[in-house]
Structures are given as C-alpha cells and as structure tokens.
C-alpha cells in the first residue's frame, strides 16, 4: 500500500539555521503530496502542497518540490524561527482517498 | 478557505460513559468525512471513512461496536466512543472531503482531546 517516510526526529536548530526535513513516499500513481504542521495542543494546519511532478510548493517561508524521480518531497527553509518550533507531517493523497501521513518530525527551534 | 469544525475541543469522561464527538464542515457539503486519531507524540491514524447516507468503512483493528460513526447529513458526522475506557484517551481528528470539479482537498478539524478517567 501507499505510504510516506519521513527523517527521524527530533531536529534542534538554532534560530535562523537552514531546514530540511527529508520526506519520500511509495503510492501508485500520482498522489498529492502535503506538509502539515501541528503546534503544540492544536490540530493539524496545511502548510504547504504540490499535485504533480516538479510542482513546488511554498508557504511562509517553506518550500518543497515534487520530486518524481526521487519520490520525494522534502521541506525547506532558509531562517527558522523559534515560533517553527513544532511537529511536521508529510502526507500524500491518492485520487482522492484517505490520507497517508509519515510519522512526524519534531523541530525545536533555539533562540 | 473551508472550515472543518469539532466540538468539543476538550472532553473528560468516567470509565464507562460514552462520548460523542461532532465533525462539521461549515461552509461546503462533505459526502465523505474521515476520523482519525493520533496518541502522545504518533502520526495520525486513520480510523473510519464515513459516508452521508451509508455505513462507515472501518479500518482493520478498529471495533466498529466500540466507535460509533454516524453521517446524517452533508455537513455532520459524529464519532461516538461507548463505553470509555482510559487507553481510549487521545486525540481525534476529522477531516472532510471537497470535490469541486477535476479538483479536490481534505480539510482539517482542530481536534479533540478525550480524556478517560
């Protein structure tokens, strides 16, 4: 079946360090691919998404790129902030059906 | 942008009770509403897809008896937990489906914290 792999967590940045948090996927087809992020005590919140190869897409700062090739889709950021501080989900959609969510990373950003 | 509601936000119940989540999707109609729940520091696991007018479609593992998930109408789905117990404490999460046209998105409800004592 489908699913999503992300890096290991936790990442610990000091404030203004480059991101990556890595994300590969396994579907058939050509899912959509999410990053969603949770703060502390909250639901999830869209971050960012792509549907189709070589889309890139890009919210307060962040980035990722539908890499078909790789499979991939890893977030970005050039200056992390303490308030980035949270939990990133990579996730991809498969014609509409249920979502398949990787198992989270952890960020803690320092001042 | 579509807004996926849950209430309440915050449950605490006695061993025993039962629970009753609700899901609305406040500006679109939904035929197709998931349930989700996520344990301390997981991933998010997909418990049930519900569909207006029919059954809900379980995932294997989860006790259909135990979860109760009813979509009424094309902007409400409910998830009621009978017979709470404490491992039944965590975070659940709907989410619902919007088609428009050749396009679609799942939209997020904020959670709910279900507590069992």
């Known amino acids: 079946g489908d699913s999503v792999t992300q890096m290991e967590g936790p990442v610990t940045l000091s404030e203004e360090a480059f991101l990556t948090i890595n994300c590969t996927y396994t579907?058939?087809?050509?899912?959509?691919l999410f990053w969603y992020v949770q703060y502390p005590g909250e639901g999830l919140q869209l971050l960012l998404k792509?549907?189709?190869?070589?889309d890139k897409g890009s919210n307060k700062g962040f980035e990722a790129t539908y890499r078909k090739e790789t499979t991939s889709f890893h977030l970005e950021k050039g200056s992390v902030q303490v308030s980035d501080s949270a939990v990133y989900f990579c996730?991809?959609?498969?014609?509409?059906?249920?979502?398949?969510f990787g198992p989270g990373t952890r960020l803690s950003v320092l001042p | 942008g579509a807004v996926v509601s849950q209430h309440p936000s915050r449950v605490i119940c006695k061993s025993g009770t039962s629970v009753k989540i609700e899901c609305r999707s406040l500006?679109?109609?939904?035929?197709?509403m998931f349930w989700y729940r996520q344990f301390p520091k997981q991933s998010l696991m997909l418990m049930a897809t519900?569909?207006?007018?029919?059954?809900?479609?379980?995932e294997q593992g989860v006790e259909k008896d135990k979860f109760l998930i009813n979509h009424a109408s094309l902007t409400l789905s409910t998830l009621t937990v009978t017979s709470a117990h404490p491992e039944d404490s965590s975070f659940y999460i709907c989410?619902?489906?919007?088609?428009?046209?050749?396009?679609?998105?799942?939209?997020f409800g904020p959670g709910t914290r279900l507590t069992v004592t």
């Open positions: 989410s619902a489906f919007r088609r428009q046209g050749a396009q679609h998105e799942q939209y």
């Open positions: 579907a058939t087809g050509y899912p959509s």
């Open positions: 792509a549907t189709k190869a070589d």
């Open positions: 996730a991809l959609d498969n014609y509409g059906q249920n979502f398949v």
């Open positions: 500006d679109f109609q939904a035929t197709t």
């Open positions: 519900s569909n207006e007018g029919s059954k809900a479609t379980y």
